[in-house]
T-cell receptor
Framework: EAGVVQSPRYKIIEKKQPVAFWCNPI?????LYWYRQNLGQGPELLIR????????DSQLPKDRFSAERLKGVDSTLKIQPAELGDSAVYLC?????????????FGEGSRLTVL | DAKTTQPTSMDCAEGRAANLPCNHS???????VYWYRQIHSQGPQYIIH???NNETNEMASLIITEDRKSSTLILPHATLRDTAVYYC????????????FGKGTLLTVNP
């Protein structure tokens, strides 16, 4: 079974440039999460989707960050314009709502460096 | 969700048991204890979770104290591949699978 797929794995951009990350969750997983992980810290939730609906985006900096999950499958996280402080690893995860274990499956992440 | 306290780092010899402690003194009755780990340059990986009974699976054992204020994750025979950051997370039950990660414990398994 394929896991959560993210791309690109690495991205280097200059500040004020736009950047986008893509996530393909595990087939059949209706819940999708975007987390941000700064160096030396644990992941922090940015947004959670149930199917195509964003049910928790309270931690998403809406002035420059946007996300979408068309058709309730793949998702894209965009930053425009990027700032130096946005350098981090962006992790996507998926899960099955109602699953007994409540286990989240994470992708390998997209590492962003803003110069 | 209740907060957790974990040591910043721990060392373990290869082949020995690794016992990772976690304090969650403010845990409430409907909150579960979850453990995830994150190997360098990978995303976090689920290990185990429990409510009040001890749990065991193919990866680890979880021992929760009777008052539920602390727990210990046990890797019975640590290998070099178990070197990772281990996160102890307390999460409320229900369908909201929001996980709030702390800084975790960096476990280093030495040969």
């Amino acid at each position: 079974e394929a896991g959560v797929v993210q791309s690109p794995r690495y991205k280097i951009i200059e500040k004020k440039q736009p950047v986008a990350f893509w996530c393909n969750p595990i087939s059949g997983h209706n819940t999708l999460y975007w987390y941000r992980q700064n160096l030396g810290q644990g992941p922090e939730l940015l947004i959670r989707y149930e199917n195509e609906e964003a049910v928790d985006d309270s931690q998403l900096p809406k002035d420059r960050f946007s996300a979408e999950r068309l058709k309730g499958v793949d998702s894209t996280l965009k930053i425009q314009p990027a700032e130096l402080g946005d350098s981090a690893v962006y992790l996507c995860a998926s899960s099955i709502q109602g699953a007994h274990t409540g286990e989240l499956f994470f992708g390998e992440g997209s590492r962003l460096t803003v110069l | 969700d209740a907060k957790t306290t974990q040591p910043t780092s721990m060392d373990c010899a290869e082949g020995r048991a690794a016992n990772l402690p976690c304090n969650h003194s403010t845990i409430s009755g409907n909150e579960y204890v979850y453990w995830y780990r994150q190997i360098h340059s990978q995303g976090p990986q689920y290990i185990i979770h429990g409510l009040k009974n001890n749990e065991t699976n193919e990866m680890a054992s979880l021992i929760i104290t009777e008052d539920r204020k602390s727990s210990t994750l046990i890797l019975p025979h640590a290998t070099l591949r178990d070197t990772a950051v281990y996160y102890c997370i307390v999460r409320s039950g229900g369908s909201n699978y929001k996980l709030t990660f702390g800084k975790g414990t960096l476990l280093t398994v030495n040969p």
